[in-house]
């Protein structure tokens, strides 16, 4: 199973991120390869997505299901493919953090369970991928320095953590498997980061 988890910070308060990820009318698009998503009930949503790994184009189309509406916290998901086999979960997680005068808030990014692929290669095609999503990001706005600069004693800042994971089946998982565990951190920290751009953006322009 391919895993990641990206984690960074951000000025914005937890209750104005929380109500932008809860409705994925708001953040859908800035998932990679996203087409369109249809809701069939609030906790339940049909997802295309097309993607390019390595030699092989697919469109890609995932039932998506919410396990878990902790708000303003976490917010869980399964995905199971529909005309590919393949099984998921993700996870965002929301958390107030208080700073001390001088404390650096910086992003902060954790690869799960990619060792031992972790070899120069590995590193390589996830640096690609990092590349090729930030090109195809779709005019989404970089994110500010100052969005995650230290905190003044007292301030109140958020971490947002978004968790990935993959199990392709099928008589071509390991291959599939092999070729979507350098793209998923990627993928991962994008979404994170062009969530966090439009809010961040967004306050900028109201402040």
């Known amino acids: 199973m391919a895993e990641a988890e990206y984690t960074t910070t951000t000025r914005v308060p937890i209750a104005a991120v929380w109500d932008f990820v ?33 030699v092989l184009t697919r469109t890609l189309t995932f039932q998506v299901k919410i396990t878990e509406w902790n708000g303003p916290s ?18 965002f ?4 953090i208080s700073g001390e005068a001088g404390t650096a808030l910086a992003p902060a990014a954790t690869p799960v369970s990619v060792a031992p692929s972790k070899n120069l290669l590995f590193r390589l095609l996830e640096a690609f991928w990092r ?45 599939v498997d092999a070729m979507i565990r350098p793209l998923l951190f990627p993928a991962a920290e994008d979404l994170a980061n062009r969530i966090l751009a439009q809010l961040e953006g967004a306050e900028t322009t109201q402040s």
């Open 131 to 175: 590349r090729v999503l930030r090109l195809a990001g779709g005019g989404a706005p970089a994110r500010a320095a100052t969005a995650t600069q230290a905190a003044a004693s007292g301030d109140t800042m958020t971490r947002l953590s978004f968790a990935l994971r993959l199990q392709p089946g099928g008589p071509m998982a390991p291959m």
């Open 74 to 91: 976490r917010v869980s998901f399964t995905l199971d493919g529909v005309n590919e086999p393949m099984h998921g979960e993700g996870t």
């Open 93 to 96: 997680t929301l958390t107030p």
């Open 22 to 54: 809860q409705e994925m009318d708001n953040w859908g698009r800035f998932v990679t390869g996203y087409q369109k998503h249809e809701k069939q009930s609030d906790v339940d949503s049909t997802w295309t997505l097309k993607g390019d790994v390595g």
